[in-house]
C-alpha cells in the first residue's frame, strides 16, 4: 500500500486514508487482490457519480452536464469495470483502463468550464475519480505480466 500511495505524489495522505479504510483493500492478500479492491470502489464511485450527476442534469438544460452524466461518466464505469475483468489475464491493458478511467472527469472538467457552471460537488467528485484512477494505475503497475 505504501509503495503504491508513494507513487500518487500530491495525493499520498488521500491515497492512504483511502486504502486503511477499505475493508477488501486492508485483507488483500496480494497485489491482484489488491488492484482489484481499488478498481472495484472506482466503479462503484463511478456509478454513484454517474447517478449524481443524472439527477442534475434531468433538472437542468446544460448539455455539459448531459454529456458528464452520459458518455463521460459511462466511460469512467467502463474502463474500471474493463481493467477489472483484464487483470489476471492482460496486466498491461487493465493498467491503461485504470489509466483512462480519468479521461471522463478531464471531459467532463472542460464541458462545464465551457458552459461557465461551477459545482463544487461535481469538481470534488472529478477529483476523486482522478485520484482513484491514478491509485488503481500505480497498483496495477506492480502486477507482473504474463508472457
Known sequence: MIQ??????????????????????????????????????????????????????????????????????????????????EIKEDPMTANYDAKVASDGPDTCDKGMANEKIVNPAITELSKEIRLLSGIAFAATNFIPNKN
Open 4 to 85: 503504491i500511495c508513494h507513487t500518487i505524489a500530491t495525493e499520498r495522505a488521500k491515497c492512504m486514508d483511502i486504502m486503511k479504510s477499505n475493508p477488501k483493500m486492508l485483507s488483500a492478500k496480494n497485489i491482484v487482490q489488491l488492484s482489484q479492491a481499488i478498481l472495484e470502489l472506482g466503479m462503484n464511485k463511478g456509478n454513484e457519480g454517474q447517478k449524481f450527476l443524472t439527477e442534475l442534469a434531468k433538472k437542468s438544460k446544460s448539455l455539459a452536464l448531459q454529456q458528464c452524466a452520459g458518455f463521460d461518466y459511462d466511460s469512467v464505469v467502463g474502463s474500471f469495470k474493463s481493467a477489472l475483468g
